[in-house]
Each structure stands twice: as structure tokens, then as C-alpha cells.
Nanobody
């Protein structure tokens, strides 16, 4: 069993930055593909970013590419999401997720992830 705990959310003005963290329990963190998803009120959960176990490969949704950066520290069992140039449309609950058995090309599919955090609220004011 893996437990994921997000932190770092909050209220920020448009154009500002936030850094989300996701701390994972368990000894096999380094083998998981880790992802960030978000869900705004009245909308479906959507993919934001993902990172392979070696951290050499990252994936981004088009809406955040160039503004957000996903990274991981396997020694600390932690994955990060650096969010810059935030926009009001980035407002959502952000979730961290872990995929224990990655299948090629599925990094953006929420259904492929096995473990989820409780979410952290990010609110961007205009």
C-alpha cells in the first residue's frame, strides 16, 4: 500500500508561482510513474503532468507546458510540481497519483493510476 500526501497549495495572484509537493510512503516509490492531475468545480479530472521512474522522461498537458515543471527526488520519496505564470483557469484541486505498473502511452489516463492523494487546493485570482 502506498500513501500520498500533497502539500503546497494556496491562494496566489495571476502570474504568480506555487510549488506543490507529494510525499509518498513505501519502499518502491522510485519504480512508480508519478502524475499530477487536477479537477476544477463542475469539470472532470484532467491530466497535468507525469514523470517516469528514472526522471529522465516527463509529460505535460498542452495547457501547462512551458509553465509547469514536474520533478522527483527518489531519495526523499517526493514528487514536485513547480507552477509558474499561473492563470485563473489553473484553479483546481490538484492530486498526486502513482502508477505501479506503467503501460506505455497511458501516463495521462487517471484510470491507470493505482494510488491517489487527498488533493490540495490551488486558487489563482485574477
Amino acid at each position: 500500500q502506498v500513501q500520498l500526501v500533497e502539500s503546497g497549495g494556496g491562494l496566489v495572484q495571476g502570474g504568480g508561482s506555487l510549488r506543490l509537493s507529494c510525499a509518498a510512503s513505501g519502499r518502491t516509490f522510485s519504480s512508480y510513474v508519478m502524475g499530477w492531475f487536477r479537477q476544477a468545480p463542475g469539470k472532470e479530472r484532467e491530466f497535468v503532468a507525469a514523470i517516469r521512474s528514472s526522471a529522465s522522461t516527463t509529460y505535460y498537458a498542452g495547457s501547462v507546458k512551458g509553465r509547469f515543471t514536474i520533478s522527483r527526488d527518489n531519495a526523499k520519496n517526493t514528487v514536485y510540481l513547480q507552477m509558474n505564470s499561473l492563470k485563473p483557469e489553473d484553479t483546481a484541486v490538484y492530486y498526486c497519483a502513482a502508477d505501479a505498473v506503467y503501460k506505455a502511452g497511458t501516463y495521462s489516463l487517471a484510470s491507470e493510476y493505482d494510488y491517489w492523494g487527498q488533493g490540495t487546493q490551488v486558487t489563482v485570482s485574477s
